[in-house]
């Protein structure tokens, strides 16, 4: 049995190609994995912490062991208690469309509040950094309005899968596998569902190991 977390990163709901290709993944997992439990967790629909001036200066005070107050104690708790949520989980599911060449500014606010120092990642013995989110895997369905092949001169603007695994990378994922749907819009409609069809049979086949 296992615990899959499945984070929905666009607010296109069905009509968005990274959540068609996710929601195929995370069907035909589930149905190779009759054990598994899921949580659905929509960035759009979260309301997440702020990461303002009160928490950084809470967990400033916190992890150097300064003094605070409950109110300081209060605001880093719920920075922590997304954390914990996020480390439960077993194995991950992401959907991730490409917004002005990144990735959407709900999961950059999400990023930033759970890779925290000690929780998700710590400098080892060596003055090196090492992630703490270890022997997970995750899955994750891209989704790109145009294309953003290696070895092409477009391949420089991907900075949404580069950025996301690296940062996945940092945390201590090893174990990152991914569909791209490209494009969604540069080649007309009948491309678009061409691409999205044959990512989403690809991504019920990638499941059934996952």
Known sequence: MGNLLYIKASPMEELSYSVAVADAFVDSCLRSHLDDKIKIMN??????????????GAKYKIMHNKEHSPADKKIWGKIVSVIEEFKFADKYV????????????????????????????????????????????????????????????????????????LILAFIGFSDIRSLVVEPTLAAGPDVAKQRRDEAVEKARQMAKKF
């Open 94 to 165: 992401l959907a991730v469309p490409m917004w002005n060449f990144s990735i959407p500014y709900r999961l950059k606010q999400y990023i930033d509040i759970i890779v925290q120092p000690g929780l998700t990642f710590t400098v080892n013995k060596e003055g090196g950094y090492e992630g703490l989110v270890k022997n997970k895997p995750v899955f994750i369905a891209y989704a790109r309005g145009g294309e953003y092949k290696a070895d092409t001169g477009a391949e420089a603007f991907d900075l949404q899968k580069k950025y996301l695994e």
């Open 43 to 56: 960035l759009f629909e979260r309301k997440l912490p702020e990461f303002d001036f009160k928490a950084a």
